[in-house]
């Protein structure tokens, strides 16, 4: 019985190990958990564009916009914003790319619709800093520098050859 006492302090080191091993295997899953949460998640990307087309004598202009979920993981959109030069961020209103319950975007999946705009709104979209996609969480997706760029100097373009042909 003298020995007693020796064996609950080895039962008590070892219990306090695997208690030790325990913790620090969740806390390094918790921490790869929050890491693939962050990189697995819905990303969209935006690219405007805009068409011309004729019939007749009268000109019709489409703006055009696709988006593509570019993340691992499913992700709803619920709105496009632009931001002008001067103004604050305009969301686009219904008439416009709104979707009334969101488009849910799978991994990879794309979506592409287009509206037809008037000359008038050409111009005020020659103006345009920025372009948004706005998710259910209310994330704001940044349209890329490089097609921003693209999209806008199309929008001149195109404006440039109507005072050209006037």
Same mark, same amino acid.
């Given at each position: 019985?003298?020995?007693? $006492?020796?064996?609950?302090?080895?039962?008590?080191?070892?219990?306090?190990?695997?208690?030790?091993?325990?913790?620090?295997?969740?806390?390094?899953?918790?921490?790869?958990?929050?890491?693939? $949460?962050?990189?697995?998640?819905?990303?969209?990307?935006?690219?405007?564009?805009?068409?011309?087309?004729?019939? $007749?004598?009268?000109?019709?202009?489409?703006?055009?916009?696709?988006?593509?979920?570019? $993340?691992?993981?499913?992700?709803?959109?619920?709105?496009? /914003?632009?931001?002008?030069?001067?103004?604050?961020?305009?969301?686009?209103?219904?008439?416009?790319?709104?979707?009334?319950?969101?488009?849910?975007?799978?991994?990879?999946?794309?979506?592409?619709?287009?509206?037809?705009?008037?000359?008038?709104?050409?111009?005020?979209?020659?103006?345009?800093? /920025?372009?948004?996609?706005?998710?259910?969480?209310?994330?704001?997706?940044?349209?890329?520098?490089?097609?921003?760029?693209?999209?806008?100097?199309?929008?001149?373009?195109?404006?440039?050859?109507?005072?050209?042909?006037?």
């Amino acid at each position: 019985m003298g020995n007693s $006492g020796g064996g609950t302090a080895v039962i008590a080191l070892i219990a306090l190990v695997i208690a030790g091993y325990a913790a620090i295997i969740s806390t390094g899953t918790l921490i790869w958990n929050i890491i693939l $949460g962050r990189r697995d998640k819905g990303k969209f990307r935006i690219i405007l564009s805009v068409n011309k087309s004729s019939i $007749g004598k009268r000109n019709i202009y489409s703006l055009v916009l696709n988006i593509s979920n570019i $993340g691992r993981r499913p992700a709803l959109l619920t709105h496009i /914003s632009i931001k002008y030069k001067r103004y604050k961020l305009r969301r686009v209103e219904p008439g416009g790319f709104a979707f009334e319950n969101g488009k849910r975007l799978e991994e990879s999946e794309s979506y592409t619709c287009a509206n037809e705009i008037t000359y008038e709104s050409l111009n005020v979209l020659s103006r345009a800093k /920025s372009v948004y996609a706005i998710d259910a969480n209310g994330k704001k997706w940044k349209m890329e520098y490089i097609d921003f760029e693209n999209f806008v100097s199309g929008v001149k373009t195109i404006l440039e050859a109507e005072k050209n042909d006037s």
